[in-house]
C-alpha cells in the first residue's frame, strides 16, 4: 500500500500534467514525440516545458562536444561484464550513483543504460556491455545499477529490448524465439528492473522479434512492458530504430530518436487530423514523456536538483574498486599468486596490452578517460624499487588501426579551434580540448558558436609515442584535411562531401598512409586542418596509426622471460574489436599472441597470462601455463586494480557470468549463430550453463567460477522442508574462511525441479550473496525465495507455474562446484 505522502506528490504530477496537456495543441503534443537533434527533446518555450538531455553510457558518461552536451573528463568505469562480474548489487548500486552523479555533472538527464540483453555466443560483439547469459544475475545487477542511479534523480534507459544478441544484420533481422524461451531466458532481466526499480526509459531495439520490428511490437511494448509488468515511463527508440509512424505509435513507441523527426513530427500530425491515429494515443504517449521531463527536476527550482561531480578521487577509487572485485582468477597452479615480493628480483611485464590499458569495447558505449593507468604502469608503482620491471612488447594484437587516444598527447588532450568559414579566418568561435583524433559530426555542428555549416577546425597537441621505430599513420577524411607533424606535412588531402554511409563504404577510396620514424618519449607537434566547405549534413575525418613491431619481437619477449623470476603476458583484445556494429569472427586471440605466449612459457614455466577480453576466448596453452586471470575492461585505474591483485593486496573474488567453452563448437547456440535475415533460437531455454548441464558437456570454465587466494567451507544446510503455493522457501548456510587471508565468496543458490510436465533445464541460479570473511571467520548466510524461483512458463496456459512436487536446492562456489543439497516439497 502507498503512503499517503507517495500518493499526494504522485497526485500533484499528474495534475500539472493534466494542466499541461489541455493548454497544449496537437503539434505541441506531438512534438514532444520526437528529439530536437542527436540528445535533447523538444522544448516548448510557451509552456515552459525544457529539453531533457540523454547521453551514452552505461559504464561512464560519453560525451563527444557536441553542442547539447558539455565535454568533460568522464570516469571511465569497468564495463558491463566486469560489473556483473563483481557478483556484489551493494557495490553496483554505488557504482550506479556515481555515474548519476557524473551525468548531472556532464549537464544530462538519462543515461542510456543499462544493457541487460543475454550472453548468447561466445562471439557477439556487445557481450563486454552486457551481464549474463543468466537472466537472474543480469536482472539483480540491473536492479541494483538502476538503484543507484535513480536515487540522485538521474534517469535510466533500459535496453535493448528485445532480443538484441548479436549485431549482424541487427538493423533488419528477425530473432525467432518461441515464447518459453523469450518469457524465461530474453524477458526476466527487463521484467525485473522495470518492477522493481521503474527505470524513466525503456530503449527497443534495431531487430524485429519474430517478423515484427520492435519499434511496432504491440505485443512487447505496450501488452508485456505496459500491461503486464506496469512500466510508467516512456519507450525511446534506439537512435534510426524507427521505421513507421501510425504502427510504432500505436504499438507504444512514445519517443524517436535522434532528432529532427523523421517518421513523427508533421507526419504524425498529418496522422491525426486525417483519423489514422486517435489524438488520445499521442496524449498518451506526450503524457509519459512530460512525466520523465517533470521527474528530472528541470521544472524545479535548480537548488532541489542533486548535484553532478566529474571524475572525483571518489569516483576514481570507486571505478578501482569495482575493477579489484570483478577480475576473475581462473588458475594458480602451485600458488605462483600472489607475486611473493620478498623473492621476487626481476619481474618481465610482456605483450600488446602491457603498456597501454584497455579500458573498454567499440561503439556508443566507448569513452576516452582522463587518464589510464596500464598495467605496466601500475606494477611498477606497486613493486616500487624493490623488483626490477622489464617490459617487450611480444607482438601486436591490432587487426586494424588504432586510434590515438587521449594519453598519446602530452597533458591528454588536444586543443581544438573552430572557425565559423572554412578558410581559418578571424578569431576561432569556439575553443574545446578534444580527446582523439575521430571526428564525426552527424546532422550538427561541432561545437557550441558554430552555426554555419560551412566551418573549418584546427587541432593541435603534442604526440608523444610509448615505443621507438617507423609507425604508419593513417587517414579518412570528408573534404580538406591537412596534417603536419613538426611542421612537415603528413597529408594533404582533397575530397568530396559525402553521406556518412559513404564515408564508411569508400574506406579503400578515401584512406591514405604514410610512415613516420618517431622516437619514445620525444613530444612531437602535430597540427590538424580540416575545412568543410560543402552544407551536407554529415562531416569528418578519423586519423589512425599501426605501431612498430620488431621482426624478432616474440624472441626478445622470450629471451627478457627466461632471465627474470617471473613473466606476466598481459593479451586479449585491441580496442575496438569487440564492438557495437559487427560480431567476432573467431574465439582465437587476434594476432600472433598464442604464439607469444607458448614462447614466453616455455622460456620461463612461471609466467602468468592475464587477459583483456569481453567475452570468452580459445586457450590451447591453458595446461602449460600456471595462473590465468580474466580481467575483461577494468576502466582506466585498471592498472592499479590488477597490480593490487597480482601483488596480494587484494584477494580475487569476481566469478564468471558466462561459461567459457574449450571450444566454438561446444556453445548452445553454434548451429544457429549468428544467422542473417532470420536468426533462429533453436537452443531455446538452453543457453549457457543450462545446456552444458542438459548434455554434460565439459566446459573449459564453468558458470560462477572463481578463484581466490584463500578456501572456503560449506556447512549447516537449512532449507525448508515444505512449503505451500506462496510461501517463501527459506535457506540458510554457514560459510568459513579455512584460510590464512582475508578474502570473499561468493554463494550461489540454484534450485532443480525433479518432476515437471515440461522438460527444464538440470538446474537454474535463484539466488547469491558475496559474503567478506577473515582467516578462521564463519558466517551466516541466508535467502528467501520466492514462488518464481519454482516455476516455470507454460506456453500453453500463458503463465508462470509452480507445479507442485519435488525440488532440490543446492549450494554451491560454481555451477559446477556445488557444496550442499536439500530436498524440498511444494505442496
Known sequence: ???????????????????????????????????????????????????????????????????????????????????????????????????AEETRGMGCDILLGPCVNIVRSPLGGRNFEAYSEDPYLAGRTA????????????????????????????????????????????????????????????????NRINGVYAAENTYLLTDILRKEWGFEGFVVSDWTATHSTVPSLKAGLDLEMPGPAKWYGELLAHAVFTWQVDETVVDAAARRVLRIIIKSGQMDDPA?????????????????????????????????????????????????????????????????PPYRVSPLEGLIAKLGDLVEVEYELGCSNLVEPAEFGSALFKGHGLAAEYFNNPTFSGQPAANQVEKSLIFEWIDRLPAPGIHSPQYSARISGKLVMPISGVYQFVLVNTEVCKVT?????????????????????????????????????????????????????????QMRYMPPVAPDAIERAARLAAKSDVAIVFAGMPTGFESEGHDRPHMDLPGPQTELIWAVVKANPNTVVVLNAGSPVSMPWLDAVPAVLEAFYPGQEGGHALANILTGAVNPSGKLTVTFPKRLEDSPS????????????????????????????????????????????????????????????????????????????????????????????????????????????????????????????????????????EFEVLAGSSSRDIRLKASLTLE
Open 1 to 99: 500500500m502507498k503512503s499517503p505522502q507517495k500518493s499526494a506528490s504522485k497526485m500533484t504530477i499528474e495534475e500539472s500534467l493534466d494542466g499541461l496537456l489541455s493548454q497544449m495543441t496537437v503539434e505541441e503534443k506531438v512534438s514532444l514525440l520526437a528529439g530536437r537533434d542527436l540528445w535533447r527533446t523538444v522544448p516548448n518555450k510557451r509552456l515552459g516545458i525544457p529539453s531533457i538531455v540523454m547521453t551514452d553510457g552505461p559504464h561512464g558518461v560519453r560525451s563527444d562536444g557536441a553542442a547539447e552536451r558539455i565535454p568533460g573528463p568522464a570516469t571511465s568505469f569497468p564495463t558491463g561484464v566486469s560489473i556483473a562480474s563483481s557478483w556484489d548489487p551493494e557495490l553496483v548500486e554505488r557504482v550506479g550513483a556515481a555515474l
Open 143 to 206: 536492479v541494483a545499477w538502476i538503484k543507484g542511479l535513480q536515487s540522485k534523480r538521474v534517469g535510466a534507459s533500459l535496453k535493448h529490448f528485445a532480443c538484441n544478441n548479436q549485431e549482424t544484420e541487427r538493423y533488419r533481422g528477425s530473432s525467432q524465439v518461441d515464447e518459453r524461451t523469450l518469457r524465461e531466458i530474453y524477458l526476466p532481466a527487463f521484467e525485473m528492473a522495470v518492477k522493481e526499480t521503474q527505470p524513466w526509459t525503456v530503449m527497443h531495439s534495431y
Open 304 to 368: 532541489l536538483t542533486p548535484p553532478g561531480s566529474v571524475n572525483t578521487p571518489a569516483h576514481q577509487a570507486l571505478a578501482r574498486e569495482l575493477a579489484e572485485q570483478s577480475v576473475v582468477l581462473l588458475k594458480n597452479e602451485g600458488n605462483i599468486l600472489p607475486l611473493d615480493k620478498a623473492r621476487l628480483k626481476t619481474l618481465a611485464v610482456i605483450g600488446p596490452n602491457a603498456a597501454e590499458g584497455r579500458i573498454g569495447g567499440g561503439g556508443s558505449s566507448y569513452l576516452e
Open 485 to 541: 607533424l613538426d611542421g612537415k606535412p603528413l597529408f594533404d588531402n582533397h575530397h568530396g562531401a559525402m553521406s556518412l554511409p559513404e564515408f564508411w563504404n569508400s574506406a579503400d577510396r578515401i584512406t591514405t598512409r604514410t610512415e613516420v620514424k618517431l622516437e619514445a618519449g620525444k613530444p612531437y607537434d602535430l597540427l590538424v586542418e580540416y575545412a568543410k566547405t560543402s552544407e551536407m549534413n554529415f562531416a569528418g575525418f
Open 670 to 805: 553454434f548451429i544457429n549463430f549468428p544467422g542473417t535475415k532470420e536468426v533462429f533460437y533453436g537452443e531455446g531455454i538452453f543457453v549457457g550453463y543450462r545446456y552444458y548441464d542438459k548434455k554434460d558437456v565439459e566446459p573449459l570454465f564453468p558458470f560462477g567460477f572463481g578463484l581466490s587466494y584463500t578456501t572456503f567451507e560449506y556447512s549447516g544446510f537449512q532449507v525448508s522442508k515444505s512449503v505451500k503455493l506462496g510461501e517463501p522457501v527459506r535457506v540458510s548456510l554457514k560459510v568459513k574462511n579455512t584460510g590464512k587471508v582475508a578474502g570473499k565468496e561468493v554463494v550461489q543458490i540454484y534450485v532443480a525441479d525433479r518432476q515437471s510436465s515440461l522438460v527444464r533445464p538440470p538446474k537454474e541460479l535463484k539466488g547469491f550473496k558475496k559474503v567478506a570473511l577473515e582467516p578462521g571467520e564463519t558466517k551466516v548466510v541466508k535467502f528467501s525465495l520466492d514462488q518464481r524461483a519454482l516455476s516455470f512458463y507454460d506456453p500453453y496456459k500463458k503463465q508462470w507455474v509452480a507445479e507442485p512436487g
